[in-house]
């Protein structure tokens, strides 16, 4: 059986917080399968890897034979991962994992526009179809480009950048747009992030509708999981896990965390009980799989109340910008 082709972050914490492994578990971001497939060797009966990307099927057609009938693949987003389960499993969900983000595997691909250190298009989809990241830097407004900047990259120079970027414009590849974002900010000093790391963090989230996928995702796994079963994310910016927590932390009865946006929201039966603080990377993971360094685990287990629902507000996070003529992400 063929190595995957880059290292599962927290797999050893996750197997271990979740532990023991058994029955159907979904895989809502299957990349690579090293979940996926950490998850069938400790016990899972059945796997079920979910990807919007297709060219992750392609690729685990290598080793995925090896697993028969206990893995089953679908092609779609996380946000409908309950859909996709009542087919495969209609008792329920034993487990749901989730790992955020962009793949190392689609970074180390200049051709599908992530990264800001290769040349490439400037795309940045995770799947095949709808606007690419050109589309929504060559033809959103200036105070529009500046909050996605600022609301999904945190960048502090968002209304700098953003004028800088109506006027260089049209974009075509990915180190276009990072010289127009080098001018506008000081030369990093050593150890400092490169100053488009932001900037693209921000673009990729509003092409791919990142936070709306994260909030229907949590919904559907809630949803899905029968009690007792166990909801593992994994996330790698402050934003995705402020949503993660405070997602689990309302649903644990926590309330909401004082968001900014909303008064806090308490629900009257816990759906989720947590089962551990957040988890990060130990020496040993960070020296094998440097990637992980802003890593963090969450898991809680599901009780037997009623699913409910989430609003981006609660969350602690604003309405979604304005997107592109004939952009079809979802907006909540």
Same mark, same amino acid.
């Given at each position: 059986?063929?190595?995957?082709?880059?290292?599962?972050?927290?797999?050893?914490?996750?197997?271990?917080?979740?532990?023991?492994?058994?029955?159907?578990?979904?895989?809502?971001?299957?990349?690579?399968?090293?979940?996926?497939?950490?998850?069938?060797?400790?016990?899972?009966?059945?796997?079920?890897?979910?990807?919007?990307?297709?060219?992750?099927?392609?690729?685990?057609?290598?080793?995925?034979?090896?697993?028969?009938?206990?893995?089953?693949?679908?092609?779609?987003?996380?946000?409908?991962?309950?859909?996709?389960?009542?087919?495969?499993?209609?008792?329920?969900?034993?487990?749901?994992?989730?790992?955020?983000?962009?793949?190392?595997?689609?970074?180390?691909?200049?051709?599908?526009?992530?990264?800001?250190?290769?040349?490439?298009?400037?795309?940045?989809?995770?799947?095949?179809?709808?606007?690419?990241?050109?589309?929504?830097?060559?033809?959103?407004?200036?105070?529009?480009?500046?909050?996605?900047?600022?609301?999904?990259?945190? *960048?502090?120079?968002?209304? &700098?950048? =953003?004028?800088?970027? @109506? /006027? !260089? #414009?049209?974009?075509?590849?990915?180190?276009?747009?990072?010289?127009?974002?080098?001018?506008?900010?000081?030369?990093?000093?050593?150890?400092?992030?490169?100053?488009?790391?932001?900037?693209?963090?921000?673009?990729?989230?509003?092409?791919?509708?990142?936070?709306?996928?994260?909030?229907?995702?949590?919904?559907?796994?809630?949803?899905?999981?029968?009690?007792?079963?166990?909801?593992?994310?994994?996330?790698?910016?402050?934003?995705?896990?402020?949503?993660?927590?405070?997602?689990?932390?309302?649903?644990?009865?926590?309330?909401?965390?004082?968001?900014?946006?909303?008064?806090?929201?308490?629900?009257?039966?816990?759906?989720?009980?947590?089962?551990?603080?957040?988890?990060?990377?130990?020496?040993?993971?960070?020296? *094998?799989?440097?990637?992980? &360094?802003? =890593?963090?685990?969450? @898991? /809680? !287990? #599901?009780?037997?109340?009623?699913?409910?629902?989430?609003?981006?507000?609660?969350?602690?996070?604003?309405?979604?910008?304005?997107?592109?003529?004939?952009?079809?992400?979802?907006?909540?």
């Amino acid at each position: 059986m063929s190595e995957a082709p880059h290292v599962p972050v927290l797999l050893r914490p996750l197997l271990g917080a979740v532990a023991p492994v058994s029955g159907v578990w979904l895989d809502g971001t299957f990349g690579a399968g090293g979940y996926a497939r950490g998850l069938l060797e400790a016990g899972a009966d059945l796997v079920i890897g979910v990807d919007r990307d297709p060219m992750v099927f392609r690729m685990a057609e290598a080793w995925r034979g090896a697993y028969g009938d206990r893995l089953r693949l679908v092609e779609g987003t996380f946000s409908e991962l309950d859909s996709y389960a009542a087919e495969i499993a209609p008792d329920g969900l034993d487990g749901v994992v989730l790992d955020l983000g962009v793949s190392s595997m689609q970074l180390d691909q200049a051709e599908r526009g992530f990264s800001f250190l290769r040349d490439g298009p400037l795309d940045m989809r995770m799947s095949d179809t709808g606007p690419s990241a050109a589309d929504l830097v060559n033809t959103l407004d200036e105070g529009a480009l500046a909050d996605i900047l600022y609301h999904y990259g945190e *960048e502090r120079a968002s209304r &700098r950048i =953003a004028r800088a970027i @109506v /006027a !260089a #414009r049209p974009f075509t590849t990915t180190l276009q747009l990072v010289a127009v974002v080098e001018r506008c900010l000081p030369r990093p000093k050593p150890g400092q992030s490169h100053p488009a790391t932001r900037s693209f963090q921000a673009i990729r989230i509003a092409v791919n509708d990142e936070f709306g996928q994260l909030i229907a995702g949590l919904e559907a796994a809630e949803r899905a999981l029968k009690p007792g079963g166990k909801l593992a994310v994994v996330s790698f910016h402050s934003l995705e896990d402020r949503v993660v927590k405070r997602f689990l932390s309302a649903r644990s009865g926590g309330g909401g965390q004082g968001s900014r946006y909303a008064p806090e929201q308490k629900f009257e039966a816990p759906a989720f009980t947590l089962l551990s603080k957040a988890i990060g990377p130990d020496d040993q993971e960070l020296t *094998e799989n440097p990637r992980s &360094r802003s =890593a963090k685990l969450r @898991v /809680a !287990a #599901r009780t037997d109340a009623p699913a409910g629902h989430a609003d981006r507000a609660t969350l602690g996070l604003p309405a979604p910008v304005l997107k592109p003529a004939g952009f079809k992400g979802k907006n909540r």
